[in-house]
């Protein structure tokens, strides 16, 4: 066992299990070598429990026993907090999180529970000056992400965090922040390199999350080829994660619901969610991850057994 493990969460928006059709689904029209090394394939509904020495992939339920299609507000507070938000309210909502259950994500979501045990929590994403200002303006509203680093007094990195390398943007290479954001001098990187650098931000704490987005907003538009670069920047950031090694890291890769494996329609999908597990405690989720709601519980439960020291 490793002298003092790390836990990196990835959460990918609207990535489920879909069908093995290249037609529809982009995972299986691009080439993910990385994904594919790692993992030892790519799920399909019809083979979605993938498992080698080092790595596990299976599926979660996102649809929480309530009818309709799963959307972000509720299926990432069920993701982060490990309450059924949909069934707290009677419904899926997004793609905020419904004021009736702000309480809850304030009360339990990863971020404050891990720093209650006295882990040192982290949010790998950098934020333009505009987000900064919206929050300012009193009108935010926010993902489920950033309120509840917000709620927990969790730190949100700038502009400046990602100059100096300790944060990553969204869209993993920072291109974004140079033709979109206003910020010229924010240098790209590759999503290999991106990789690495998140894999050396999570040894630096007990526990780092990422958010990327543009998985969800590639399905959304049902756009193939968007659908595909996102995927293949994804694939090479884990490339990057992999290549830094797993000897004092797990890797949890999870999201709210699905969507872009299945480009063929504009909504999200009732399909399960992907989950993947890569490190030392791979065999700590394994046939434990059946919803959504059960990821942020087993995190909790691997500090509490592992990574808190008395």
Same mark, same amino acid.
């Given at each position: 066992?490793?002298?003092r ?19 529809? *689904?982009? &995972? &299986? ?9 790692? &993992?030892? @394939?790519?799920?399909?509904? #019809? *083979? ?8 596990? +992939? ?19 507070? /069920? ?9 707290v309210i ?24 891990? *720093?209650?045990? @006295? ?6 994403? /950098? ?8 929050? !300012? ?6 993902s489920?992400?950033?309120?509840? $680093?917000?709620m927990?007094? +969790? ?37 290999f ?27 959304h /538009? ?9 995927? !293949? *920047?994804? #694939?090479?950031?884990? @490339? ?35 989950? /993947?597990?890569? @490190?030392?405690? +791979? ?9 959504? $709601? #059960? ?7 691997? &500090? !509490?057994?592992?990574f808190?020291?008395?």
């Open positions: 066992m490793s002298a493990p790390h836990f990196l969460f990835v959460f990918l928006d609207g990535v489920g299990i879909g069908e093995d059709d290249p037609a529809v *689904n982009p &995972f &299986f029209s691009t080439t993910l070598g990385h994904f594919i090394a790692l &993992f030892g @394939g790519i799920p399909s509904k #019809d *083979n979605s429990v993938l498992q080698n020495n080092s790595a596990l +992939v299976e599926s979660s339920d996102a649809l929480m026993g309530i009818d309709g299609f799963p959307q972000s507000g509720t299926g990432q507070t /069920a993701l982060f907090t490990g309450v059924n938000a949909a069934r009677g419904m899926h909502f997004g793609p905020y999180p419904h004021s009736q259950i702000r309480p809850i994500l304030e009360e339990k979501n990863i971020f404050k529970v891990l *720093n209650d045990l @006295g882990a040192d929590v982290y949010f790998a994403n /950098a934020f333009p000056r505009q987000f900064f200002e919206y929050i !300012k303006s009193g009108h935010a509203r926010l489920a992400t950033s309120m509840s $680093c917000i927990s007094g +969790v730190p949100l990195c700038d502009a400046d965090s990602l100059r100096q390398g300790k944060a990553l943007s969204a869209d993993i290479t920072s291109e974004r922040w140079r033709t979109e954001l206003g910020y010229p001098d924010v240098s790209p990187v590759t999503p390199e991106a990789g690495r650098r998140l894999a050396r931000i999570a040894r630096e704490h007990d526990f780092t999350m990422f958010e990327h987005f543009l998985t969800d907003k590639a399905g /538009a049902m756009d193939r080829k968007l659908a595909e670069s996102v995927l !293949k *920047n994804f #694939d090479e950031m884990i @490339g990057g994660i992999a290549d830094a090694g797993f000897d004092d890291l797990t890797l949890l890769i999870s999201s709210d619901h699905g969507n872009v494996e299945d480009i063929s329609i504009k909504t999200h999908t009732l399909n399960p969610s992907l989950t /993947a597990v890569a @490190g030392e405690y +791979v065999e700590f989720f394994k046939g434990r991850v059946g919803s959504i $709601c #059960d990821v942020t519980p087993r995190i909790t439960e691997l &500090f !509490k057994e592992h808190v020291r008395a």
